[in-house]
């Protein structure tokens, strides 16, 4: 896959398995014009915030960014401070969302194009019938790139 700026980047922190967190966390689409990041909450504040914004910084400032943080583990103060270190770095404005408990629409038990499972992408989840569905999210693991559908679904 040609390794290119991609339009839009979304940036997961959460309570991922080891598998999402490998090769750096870092995930496509497959038009390329997507990225993923699963960032690990172990590492909160600093440690994150640091290599968060080293990867906006080399995205350049017309890259469009989305934030997704774990309501839990984040409180607002944090929120605050990745807004206010990355501003000056982009042009676009910086978006965040917090969800959590598996009822926000970033949870496939909720959308059927959502992104999340029980810490991975997609997996089995149980909908609101409480039947067990499989929701694909991973297109391929070799070449690392998650599904469009899902991708765009979060996006928009």
């Not at 959460?14 to 390329?32: M, Q, S, V, Y």
């Not at 990225?35 to 640091?50: G, H, I, M, Q």
Request: hydrophobic share 30%.
């Amino acid at each position: 896959m040609e390794d290119r700026t991609p339009e839009k980047t979304l940036f997961i922190i959460w309570r991922w398995k080891a598998r999402e967190l490998e090769r750096n966390g870092i995930w496509h689409t497959p038009d390329g014009k997507g990225r993923l990041y699963c960032v690990s909450d172990d590492a909160l504040f600093d440690d994150n915030l640091t290599s968060i914004e080293g990867v906006v910084n080399k995205m350049g400032p017309s890259s469009k960014f989305l934030f997704f943080l774990h309501r839990k583990r984040h409180p607002r103060h944090y929120v605050g401070e990745l807004i206010k270190r990355l501003k000056p770095s982009c042009e676009q404005p910086i978006k965040c969302f917090l969800f959590g408990y598996g009822s926000d629409f970033i949870y496939a038990s909720k959308n059927p194009k959502g992104l999340l499972g029980s810490g991975e992408l997609g997996g089995w989840v149980n909908d609101e019938k409480g039947s067990s569905r499989e929701v694909p999210v991973i297109e391929s693991l070799e070449d690392r790139t998650i599904r469009q559908q899902n991708f765009d679904s979060i996006w928009n």
